[in-house]
């Protein structure tokens, strides 16, 4: 049986979750694979944090220069996260002739293009499905399942926690705030969150899953990206009303030679298949034009799932090492050449879900109607909501398809009337 040795960067929560899966499913991945993987070296800043796993400790070094310079060492997994060291990690490990394995979607995001570039010179491989949606296998389908097809759009909820927050507002009325405690209580949310409700998570693994469905590397700059943070629980309630639902939305769309990236909350209409998405889930919608709309679905994060992932990549990239070295390219290069534009988010029309927290006196509709239609904005429907004695009242507008540039321009102007306190608007999609 054909042997190849793992040396494992990162002993954290899904490293030790890999070591374990290595270690107490040896024979069951030997049997089903053909090929007995070895976790030669586990290397990690931090030896003395207890783990719920049982490992040789003649193995373990905190010094990463045992697991580069070990000439046994087929395969280097890098989970230590974060763009450096981690760049420079699998630059050392590429140069010294051993392929990678990686669940890091902002080092991906960040430095793709230059990482696989030079994996490509080197003859190494790169894997990376454990980067995007946990033990999904999108990657794989995309690189694999859907390699005869154009991929014309992308809608993915990618990011667990701002999925949890929305859910729980829905299903139990509590405000954003009350949902995200809940969220960090349940070990859903970081202490620090910002990276997952603001998008830029999403964000870095929409950057990866347009490397390949496109071809097209994008930088973070060009994708733009909007959080959660000011959706209320009267977003919430009055998407129900109109029959919608609010989810993150992660979105690539391609249109003959344009390209548009973008991460914001969305209202779908309740009957989409990604409206069903609830608590900590992802799934990625994926639009082709040979297998047509796929869905994907499952855990998105976590110990289990995000190794599972990893370990499938060493599988396969073991499978690939027949005595010779076997590069395979992960990207199109050539695809992303007939992407001449992308499209910033000024160039984007949709239809817009706009609420106004006013002061109730009459003709406020009036003036703000005015605004809009001065910016060939339509209005579709317009509805005062819980008018009572209270001073300040919601007013919801539901508007046809605007141009983005338009929309911001006349919230500028909306917003700086003094009977408006607060404006938000949320992009429709139908998908």
Do not use: W
Request: glycine residues 8%; hydrophobic residues 45%; proline residues 2%.
């Amino acid at each position: 049986m054909k042997k190849v040795n793992v040396g494992l960067i990162g002993f954290g929560t899904v490293g030790t979750g890999v070591a374990r899966t290595l270690i107490e499913r040896k024979s069951l991945l030997a049997k089903r694979s053909g090929i007995e993987l070895i976790l030669r070296k586990v290397c990690d800043k931090d030896l003395s944090r207890r783990r719920a796993i049982s490992i040789d400790r003649s193995i373990l070094t905190n010094d990463i220069k045992d697991i580069l310079n070990d000439k046994e060492i087929d395969i280097v997994i890098e989970l230590i996260g974060g763009i450096h060291p981690a760049k420079e990690i699998i630059i050392e490990a590429l140069k010294k002739g051993k392929h990678i394995v990686t669940a890091n979607k902002a080092l991906l995001a960040e430095a793709g293009l230059e990482l696989f570039r030079r994996a490509n010179r080197l003859n190494k491989n790169i894997y990376f499905e454990a980067s995007v949606g946990g033990g999904i296998p999108i990657i794989k389908s995309l690189k694999e399942g859907l390699v005869s097809n154009r991929i014309e759009a992308i809608y993915g909820i990618v990011n667990g926690t701002c999925n949890f927050i929305l859910t729980q507002m829905s299903e139990k009325g509590i405000s954003f705030k009350d949902a995200l405690c809940e969220a960090q209580k349940r070990g859903f949310a970081e202490r620090k969150p910002a990276l997952d409700i603001e998008g830029f998570d999403s964000a870095h693994k929409l950057a990866v899953l347009t490397q390949l469905a496109f071809g097209k590397f994008v930088k973070m700059s060009d994708i733009f990206i909007e959080g959660i943070s000011r959706i209320s629980l009267h977003d919430i309630r009055y998407a129900a009303e109109l029959g919608l639902v609010i989810k993150l939305l992660a979105i690539a769309k391609k249109e003959k030679d344009e390209l548009e990236v973008r991460v914001h909350p969305t209202m779908i209409p309740r009957g989409h298949l990604l409206a069903s998405v609830d608590g900590a889930f992802n799934a990625i919608y994926v639009s082709s034009d040979m297998a047509g709309d796929l869905l994907f679905y499952g855990l998105g994060a976590g110990q289990n799932p995000t190794a599972s992932a990893v370990v499938s990549d060493l599988i396969s990239l073991a499978q690939t090492l027949n005595g010779e070295d076997a590069f395979i390219q992960p990207f199109d290069f050539s695809q992303g050449k007939s992407i001449h534009h992308l499209r910033k988010i000024d160039q984007i029309s949709t239809r817009f879900y706009i609420r106004f927290m006013a002061i109730d006196k009459p003709g406020i509709f009036a003036k703000i109607a005015g605004i809009l239609g001065r910016y060939n904005i339509s209005i579709a429907s317009v509805a005062q909501k819980e008018r009572r004695r209270a001073k300040i009242v919601p007013v919801v507008i539901i508007t046809h398809e605007a141009l983005e540039k338009s929309m911001r321009l006349a919230l500028e102007k909306i917003n700086k009337l003094a009977i408006v306190k607060e404006a938000v608007a949320i992009r429709m999609e139908e998908t």
